[in-house]
């Protein structure tokens, strides 16, 4: 049986706190709209927050989407 493809803002989310985890800049932001430019920015500031905070690599590993423990 197939899944559902995934929520499209959670999707920004996760691709804008990869990118933000990465060290990337915000001005890297591939999305116009509104609503996902804003959920895409709310997952890079996570990141980088994250990255501050040294939740790189596998001390960040949970945080990751799809990761259940």
């Not at 197939?2 to 999305?31: E, H, M, W």
């Not at 996570?46 to 259940?68: A, F, M, Q, T, Y």
Request: hydrophobic residues 25%; charged residues 25%; contains cysteine.
């Amino acid at each position: 049986m197939r899944r559902q493809k995934r929520d499209n803002i959670q999707r920004t989310f996760n691709k804008g706190y990869q990118a933000g985890v990465s060290g990337k800049s915000k001005s890297l932001c591939p999305n116009l709209n509104g609503e996902q430019k804003q959920s895409w920015l709310n997952g890079w500031r996570e990141g980088r927050e994250d990255n501050w905070n040294g939740l790189k690599g596998v001390s960040g590993i949970h945080k990751l989407p799809g990761i259940s423990t």
